[in-house]
Antibody, heavy 118, light 107 residues
Framework: QVQLVQSGAEVKKPGASVKVSCKASGYTFTSYGISWVRQAPGQGLEWMGW????????NYAQKLQGRVTMTTDTSTSTAYMELRSLRSDDTAVYYCARGPLGGDHDYWGQGTLVTVSS | DIQMTQSPSSLSASVGDRVTITCQAS??????LNWYQQKPGKAPKLLIYDASNLETGVPSRFSGSGSGTDFTFTISSLQPEDIATYYCQQYDNLPRTFGQGTKVEIK
């Protein structure tokens, strides 16, 4: 069965970086893209960007341009999202989700809580 | 960015009631709309894709309709396990944007 398993919770100081992983199983990794979506405490969903697991093409939300990098490692079927220069308003649960750039997200990871606090 | 406006932001209904949520896009998005269900502490779950197609395994009491700028999501007979927040999401333009969510509770 399809599974996306994310790395564990992180606590970071303002200005630091965080890298969240998303390990895929149960399907051909390079046949789908991965989106990253975050959710601040008590808030709605925010799309952060997408990466093709086939060729590594990326598309990032403009508000995160310059701070976010999404990558994949096809040898381990793992997607990564790195966010730099962390601020307190980056505190959120970060989700990876399988899907094309133009379409639905049919499988989601369990979420990774990133807390940014001094 | 395309703004997605959901209404209501919350609702309370009785078991067995018909529940309707609307989602309005700030510009024409054809049928490029998904609906997700999110239960507390859980990841979102895809219910409806392409505005009106039921995802495999999702109960038939859930349905979606609409195109252009106006969309509707319906639960034909509310069940206790449907307590959740529901989000619409457009994928016509970048960035992909979500509605603010509709929290559904049991009366």
């Amino acid at each position: 069965q399809v599974q996306l398993v994310q790395s564990g919770a992180e606590v970071k100081k303002p200005g630091a970086s965080v890298k969240v992983s998303c390990k895929a199983s149960g399907y051909t990794f390079t046949s789908y893209g991965i989106s990253w979506v975050r959710q601040a405490p008590g808030q709605g969903l925010e799309w952060m960007g997408w990466i093709s697991a086939y060729n590594g093409n990326t598309n990032y939300a403009q508000k995160l341009q310059g701070r976010v990098t999404m990558t994949t490692d096809t040898s381990t079927s793992t997607a990564y999202m790195e966010l730099r220069s962390l601020r307190s308003d980056d505190t959120a649960v970060y989700y990876c989700a399988r899907g094309p750039l133009g379409g639905d997200h049919d499988y989601w990871g369990q979420g990774t809580l990133v807390t940014v606090s001094s | 960015d395309i703004q997605m406006t959901q209404s209501p932001s919350s609702l309370s209904a009785s078991v067995g009631d018909r529940v309707t949520i609307t989602c309005q896009a700030s510009q024409d998005i054809s049928n490029y709309l998904n609906w997700y269900q999110q239960k507390p502490g859980k990841a979102p779950k895809l219910l409806i894709y392409d505005a009106s197609n039921l995802e495999t395994g999702v109960p038939s009491r859930f349905s979606g309709s609409g195109s252009g700028t106006d969309f509707t999501f319906t639960i034909s007979s509310l069940q206790p396990e449907d307590i959740a927040t529901y989000y619409c999401q457009q994928y016509d333009n970048l960035p992909r944007t979500f509605g603010q969510g509709t929290k559904v509770e049991i009366k």
